[in-house]
């Protein structure tokens, strides 16, 4: 009778520690990190379409008729098409990866470094070690990208304004509007919630539409016989067109943290996902500009298309007034992405609500903003840093972070018929390797020759 008693006090112990794993065994796979996200300010599905063209639209369009001059008028539109295809494919795959690994680790969001650091940890045992290592690189390479990129926007900024100073008043150096914009940017870049740029991305985005508008006048002035354009321009020349559509067509970064901000981060993805409307919107404007802007001047162009029309005629002036005050206003967003990325671990073991936290994030900002001005004033050429950026940021941050990620956290689970999605993934790999291999090399002889010029004229 005793051992009876005790056969039902053990089962029904059973049927109680039952449930508890099912629980745990079920929650691994119902897992909804959206459900479990909070955002002190929210973006909504508009303020991140907004915040996504801000992302992306900006110099890299009007430096797509120079890459077109790489390419020709057919290869430059079939190259954009099909570029823009593999990234934004790539930015799923990313998206989905972080995701997956919010599953794994039952938290609400990860940082673009701390999904790389998940996936190797989930991939072989002899890789493991190399997570952390892994993370702190993929932080270096977003961080070094986004400074490239608002280094960009400064030189972009201060060409521009100089082109009209010096029809205006006395010629100034060109260092003296890099510093100028870096003081009027000072306040502007202080501001700590992204909800509160969407008003400035917005007057950004107008202002740079209306530019766009206005420039058309010059685009279809006296347009060539277009039989005076190339159609396809020989592969050696494809180099320096993928280094200015790679800059044009993505920003990984950007795009990582308007989603992290959304409201209802569900409807980034998706075939009519806010991601996607962007990326078509972006794609249209690129091949537009790139091709009306090669046509117009064939080679000729400039690193800017704005660097081609007159100076001294008042249409033209406000033009460039419209689009560098775009740029400008852009800033403070690209920005934002290394705020973001540096404080990310900070924010787990701080309240940023403090005083001190605050304070530190104001003089990460301001040495941030100081030190794009010294690169600005160092290196003024503006086609080089933009290849640059471009093959540094695409190589990585949308070949071989997604592909890594996918191949480990894949690792334990199969890749599907035929090992599809590890064919995949190498396939990204090797892209992203011969891409950055070849475009970061030329881009930075190019940078080297420049620095040698400009301190050899100190």
Known sequence: MESRQQQDQAQKSNDQEAPSISQSITSFYIYNPYEKRTVEVPL??????????????????????????????????????????????????????????????????????????????????????????????T????????????TVYLVFVAKNFKEIGDHYAESYNERLYVLGACILLLPIFMIRRLKYLVPLNLISNFVLYAGFALIMYYLFSGLPDIRDRELAKPPIQWIEFFGIAAFS?????????????????????????????????ILISNIFFGFVGYWRFGEEVHASITLNIPRDEILSQCIKVFIAIGIFLSYPLNGFVVITVVFSDYERSTDRSQGHSAMLEYVVRFIFLLLTGVVAVSVPNLAALTELEGALSL??????????????????????????KLLRDLLLILIGLIFGVVGCTAAAMQLVKDLKVTFGNI
């Open 249 to 281: 067509l993505t920003a990984v970064g950007s795009m990582l943290v308007v989603e992290a901000n959304m409201a209802h981060p569900q409807s980034y993805l998706g075939i009519f996902g806010v991601l996607n409307l962007a990326v078509f919107f």
């Open 395 to 420: 190589s990585n941050l949308n070949f071989l972070c997604p592909a890594l990620i996918d191949i480990f956290l894949n690792y334990g689970y199969g890749y599907g018929r035929l090992r599809w």
């Open 44 to 137: 909504t599905n508009c303020d991140a379409f907004i915040s996504l063209l801000k992302c992306v639209i900006g110099t890299g369009v009007l430096a797509m008729p120079l890459a077109f001059r790489c390419s020709g008028i057919v290869i430059g539109i079939v190259m954009c098409i099909l570029l823009m295809i593999i990234l934004t494919y790539s930015i799923h795959l990313l998206i989905h990866g972080m995701t997956e690994c919010c599953r794994r680790r039952l938290v609400p969001q990860v940082s673009m470094p701390e999904a790389v650091q998940i996936a190797y940890e989930e991939g072989p045992t002899c890789i493991r070690w190399l997570g952390r290592t892994a993370s702190i690189m």
């Open 139 to 150: 932080t270096i390479v977003i961080v070094f990208s986004q400074f490239l990129l608002c």
